[in-house]
């Protein structure tokens, strides 16, 4: 598998962007909550600890994934009509803004209440913002809000995919799929 | 200075050292203040700082004692005089997290309830290098007392009457004082080192 795009499908290294973002943004929803129901304690710490981690990992490789999409001019022929493709581009930037928006959300309202940002306690993140309570309950809304935009547009992604998979029985999913074979 | 002065050296040295003497004894008498300088000194707590930046899995935050006193005696002639003498109030610790500072004020830290104060006392402060000095003391804090080492850094005022500033920081091992019960005896995710550091503004207490 070529680590470039090629005109038929994702290179290696798209994919695994790709699939490491779902993977890392997944167990956050489930850690969050968790952390929430708990007591102030070790335990508390540990799976925010982990969240924050998994969060600033998301925003890292969203970043490469964003560089990478742009240095990496042979992206995949479109398929679809012109609304379609329209369609997909805004969503997939929708998609883009969400994942970096989420960890910076995140980052800021950490930032606001004090708390250290580190990245699994190897590296410690300098605060976004100063302390500031009620801009953290303010900020703790949006996290939240935004998750719940995510959701509607992954909803909306996975969709479209199987869409494509299924009904229009082209190549859109197979080619952001790990060990794909071509055609 | 070429060599051909270099007779008139010490006696020109000695002239300026003598012309600076009596301009400074001029000056003592003119402000009619007592004949040695200030030494007592009391915090302007407005302006003054007392922070602490524990370690919490593997990233520092910033917390702050918004009350506390510090009664110090220092003059740079006479380092090994010093006295210092802090009494900060824990349940004034703040971190921009109302449930954290509850949490650090009850029972598992500082169980304020009970031991609502900590006291340090420091004497002989030892010189470093220009204006600076270290200082060993006795920090009592939750029912344990034990010896904290601080260095620091004092400038006089610039002029007289105006406040003198005072600067420093020390190392407290939480474990030691029993700040931390519990489930957080660990060190994994909040380290046994808090730097604490101070920023005194201090007008004379004379």
């Known amino acids: ?10 290179g290696s290294l798209a994919k695994f962007l790709h699939w490491a973002i779902v993977l890392l943004i997944v167990p956050q929803y489930f850690l969050a909550e ?5 007591p102030n304690g070790i335990e508390k710490l540990q799976l925010f600890t982990w969240h924050k981690s998994l969060g600033m990992l998301v925003l890292l490789l969203a ?32 998609l883009y803004l969400l994942i970096l928006a989420q960890p910076v959300s995140g980052w800021a309202m950490s930032s606001a209440g004090n708390y250290p940002v580190t990245l699994f306690g190897w590296f410690q993140f300098p ?20 998750f719940t935009l995510m959701l509607v547009v992954v909803a ?11 009904i229009l029985r082209d190549s859109v999913l197979r080619r952001m799929l790990p060990y794909s074979r071509k055609e | 200075m070429n060599a051909a002065l270099g007779i008139g050296n010490a006696a020109c040295g000695a002239a300026v050292a003598a012309a600076t003497l009596l301009a400074w004894a001029t000056a003592a008498a003119a402000d009619a203040a ?63 997290d109302p ?3 509850t949490t650090l004020a009850g029972p598992e830290f500082f169980q304020a309830a009970r031991f609502p104060q900590a006291t340090f006392a420091a004497r002989n402060c030892r010189p470093l290098g220009p204006q600076r000095y270290e200082v060993t ?53 909040l380290a046994d080192a808090v730097r604490v550091q101070f920023d005194l503004r201090l007008l004379a207490a004379d």
């Not at chain 1, 070529?2 to 038929?8: G, V, Y």
């Not at chain 1, 968790?34 to 708990?38: P, Q, R, S, T, V």
């Not at chain 2, 007592?34 to 990233?59: I, K």
């Not at chain 2, 034990?146 to 939480?174: I, K, N, W």
């Open chain 1, 127 to 146: 605060a976004l913002i100063g302390e500031n309570h009620d801009l953290q309950e303010a900020l703790e809304e949006v996290h939240e809000l935004l």
């Open chain 2, 99 to 101: 449930e954290r500072d």
């Open chain 1, 156 to 166: 909306v992604h996975i969709a479209a995919a199987l869409y494509h998979h299924f």
């Open chain 2, 137 to 189: 003391g006795r920090l009592e804090l939750r029912g344990e007392t034990r010896d904290l080492r601080l260095t620091l850094r004092f400038e006089p005022p610039a002029r007289p009457g105006q406040p003198a500033h005072m600067t420093g920081s020390a190392v407290v091992q939480r474990l030691g004082f029993g700040v931390g019960q519990g489930e957080w005896r660990s060190t994994e995710w």
């Open chain 1, 1 to 10: 598998m070529p680590l470039r795009n090629t005109a038929d499908t994702y």
């Open chain 2, 34 to 96: 007592p004949a040695a300088s200030v030494s007592s000194w009391r915090t302007d707590s407005a302006q003054s700082t007392l922070t602490f930046y524990p370690t919490l899995s593997g990233g520092e935050f910033e917390g702050r004692f918004e009350r506390f006193d510090a009664r110090i005696r220092f003059d740079p002639a006479r380092p090994l005089q010093c006295a210092l003498d802090v009494t900060v109030d824990l349940l004034s610790a703040r971190t921009g």
């Open chain 1, 34 to 38: 968790a952390a929430d129901e708990l």
């Open chain 1, 63 to 94: 970043l490469v994934r964003i560089g990478w999409k742009f240095a990496n001019r042979g992206l995949p022929r479109p398929v679809g009509e012109p609304w379609q493709r329209k369609a997909a581009a805004a969503g997939h930037g929708l």
